[in-house]
């Protein structure tokens, strides 16, 4: 029988929380209030199954020290990209970025200067 992986920590980096806001408020904005909460709700409730999932993401081509995960709420359309790296006894959510983005190349000018709080 295959050992389940420990349980880990999610921590959003401020990066993430700002990006999670922007995320909101454009939803807000072009669609409805409510709406934006409802996304919200699934995009947080989707990274926090990273507490267990972790390693189903791939890692990200520009910086192979990260991973990342795409998020979908229904078939078609676009999705977001959760970005994290793994640590011991935590996964830090480093970005959120709208898969349309180039996220990738965003994340290579970085520098590796990512907020880990």
């Known amino acids: 029988m295959a050992t389940k992986p420990p349980r880990l920590t999610v921590v959003f980096a401020a990066d ?4 999670l806001h922007e995320i909101w408020l454009w939803n807000a904005e072009h669609k409805t209030p409510a ?8 995009l947080k409730k989707s990274i926090d199954r990273l507490a267990r999932d972790y390693s189903k993401g791939r890692a990200v081509s520009t910086r192979p020290d990260l991973h990342y995960v795409r998020i979908r709420q229904t078939t078609g359309g676009y999705a977001h990209v ?8 935590r996964v830090i959510v480093l970005h959120v970025f709208h898969e349309a983005q180039d996220w990738e190349r965003r994340l290579s000018f970085n520098g590796g200067e990512d907020d880990h709080s």
């Open 35 to 42: 709406l934006a909460d409802r996304y919200g709700d699934f």
């Open 82 to 89: 959760a970005v994290y790296s793994i640590e011991p006894n």
């Open 16 to 19: 993430a929380i700002g990006q």
